[in-house]
């Protein structure tokens, strides 16, 4: 079962979730599928890939090297603080990217989101382990929710995949011992609203 805990958060990590949103948003929701261009869609997914996913992984790779981190897990608060603020940069040119490009206001919402919850994690990590796996997930379901409500389009089935999905996660981080129940609830309270706040509310 440890095993098997360890697959599903490599399959759950944080730095997949734009990528998640973005891409089951515009394969599962028609109205976004018709209304971006189909190179948009190529840019914008391969904007992600590199802002969100490679650059973030090479940063925590070369901080490893390094002897900045002891482990690319990243288990205490001290290990996160800097990758965490090179992510948030990251994150952030990879928005500006999109900018140029055309893509819904809305995928721009949830990359303001996905920032704010990355500013957010950086200032409580400074002080308490709150589950940046849950955040993340979190953060897709609050994002879709958002969607939903922005376009009057039915997603109740997708919500439901990605909520036992988000529990099999909170599963692992548990299993793991790599959160608490406190932690890991936190997490995903917290990615939840912020990117449900963005996407609605802006």
Known sequence: MMRLAQVISVLGHPL????????????????????VPEASKYFALGILVV????????????FKL????????MKTNEERRWPFLLT???????????????????????????????????????RWKIS????GIGGVIGAIIGISQRFQFDHSMLLIALILFAGLIGYARLK???????????????GLAIEWICVINF
Do not use: E
């Not at 997949?16 to 209304?35: E, K, R, V, W």
């Not at 802002?51 to 070369?62: K, R, S, Y």
């Not at 793991?176 to 936190?186: F, I, K, L, M």
């Open 88 to 126: 948030l940069v990251w994150y952030f040119m990879g928005f500006q990217l999109l900018t140029k490009i055309y893509v819904p206001q809305s995928f721009l919402l949830i990359m303001i989101g996905a920032i704010s919850a990355i500013g957010i994690a950086l200032i409580i990590t400074s």
């Open 132 to 135: 940046i796996h849950m955040l």
């Open 16 to 35: 997949f979730m734009p990528l998640y949103a973005f891409g089951l948003l515009i394969y599962t929701n028609p109205y976004i599928n018709m209304m």
């Open 51 to 62: 802002f969100t996913i490679i650059l973030p992984m090479l940063t925590a790779v070369v």
């Open 176 to 190: 793991t011992n790599s959160h608490n129940y406190r932690q890991v609830y936190a997490g995903f309270i917290l």
């Open 66 to 73: 390094f002897g900045l981190i002891d482990s690319l897990f």
